[in-house]
C-alpha cells in the first residue's frame, strides 16, 4: 500500500473528513515520526512497532564493477522493529481470550 492508497481508504472509511484532511492528518504522521527520528528519538506504536535509528559504522567496501575497495562512510539508517500484536497478526496467532494461544481446545 502506498500513501495515495491509505489516505484514499482512511477517507472512505471516514465519510464525515474531506479528503484534505485526511491527506494533512497521515502527512503530519509521517512527518513527525521522520522529524522524531532525524533528533535520535525513538517512535512506538502499541500494538504496532517501533521505529528506531542504528548507526552503521563505517567500513571498506567493494565496487562490484571494478573490485576496487572504496570506503564507506558511518551512517545512519532507519529500523523498525514489529510489535507482538502485529506479529502475532501476520502469523494468523491472535491469542484467546485466555492468553491462551494453543487450538487444543
Given at each position: ?6 489516505i484514499q ?37 502499541r500494538g504496532f512497532g ?56
Amino acid at each position: 500500500m502506498i500513501k495515495s492508497e491509505l489516505i484514499q481508504r482512511l477517507t472512505e472509511e471516514n465519510p464525515h473528513l474531506y479528503h484534505r484532511d485526511v491527506e494533512r492528518i497521515v502527512s503530519s504522521l509521517f512527518e513527525e515520526i521522520a522529524t522524531a527520528l532525524s533528533n535520535g528519538d525513538r517512535v512506538e506504536l502499541r500494538g504496532f512497532g517501533a521505529f528506531s535509528v542504528k548507526k552503521r559504522e563505517a567500513r571498506m567496501g567493494r565496487n562490484p564493477r571494478t573490485g576496487e575497495s572504496v570506503p564507506v562512510p558511518e551512517k545512519h539508517v532507519p529500523f523498525f522493529k514489529t510489535g507482538k500484536e502485529l506479529r502475532l497478526r501476520l502469523n494468523d496467532k491472535l491469542p484467546d481470550d485466555d492468553g491462551d494461544d494453543d487450538d487444543d481446545d
